[in-house]
């Protein structure tokens, strides 16, 4: 039993430091969208546009975590026992993707309220798309091309390079739209959810106040 539970606490040692590094980067975006989005003051200042410009660099993390999977599966592949496989390494990995995920939409949602206030409804879904292309580009070159959000400042013509190449290859582009369309229904059915959830939270402090 001793044995058993030793090799659980490497197993979930060994994955959870990349899974806190790559949900830190996930969070990024979704406290500045609280920041940009929700705050009372509606004035766009340069700080706003920096904000906004890091935001949008940033988001992909959040999505990209959906690609983590992956580890998973070379988790389940490294000859764990059943136990740890089901108990530790399935748990600790859906968490982690279901976490980044969740920030993804939670800074969609925001965006998407800030659209609304600003009397610009009718481009949600236009803007909902957009930024579901433009994370699917960055998936792509996060996963496969290895880039981070930083290299957009750091060697930007390099970044722009690479998209531009890979935008004319058959495979890149598939890959990137194979994610798209990865993207646009788990945004969709995670946004049905949460949205649910925010709405009953609602209703709840609401009878409660009332109640009060």
Request: charged letters at 10%; a positive charge.
């Amino acid at each position: 039993m001793k044995g058993l539970l030793t090799q659980a606490w490497k197993a979930w040692h060994r994955h959870s430091r990349w899974m806190a590094w790559n949900l830190f980067l996930a969070f990024i975006p979704l406290a500045l969208s609280y920041w940009l989005f929700r705050r009372a003051s509606k004035s766009r200042s340069v700080l706003w546009w920096v904000g906004f410009l890091v935001f949008v660099a940033f988001l992909p993390n959040a999505p990209y975590l959906l690609t983590d999977i992956i580890h998973l599966i070379g988790a389940v592949r490294a000859g764990y026992s059943i136990w740890i496989v089901t108990l530790v390494l399935i748990p600790q990995h859906l968490f982690a993707i279901l976490a980044g995920f969740e920030a993804y939409v939670l800074s969609l949602i925001n965006l998407t309220h800030y659209l609304r206030q600003q009397g610009l409804s009718k481009f949600i879904l236009l803007a909902e798309l957009i930024t579901h292309a433009l994370c699917a580009v960055g998936i792509y070159l996060g996963r496969f091309i290895r880039f981070n959000s930083w290299d957009l400042v750091t060697q930007p013509d390099n970044v722009i390079e690479t998209v531009l190449n890979d935008l004319t290859a058959k495979r890149p582009v598939l890959v990137m739209a194979i994610t798209f369309v990865v993207l646009v229904v788990f945004y969709w059915l995670m946004k049905q959810v949460t949205l649910g959830l925010m709405l009953r939270w609602s209703q709840k402090r609401s009878g409660s106040t009332a109640s009060g």
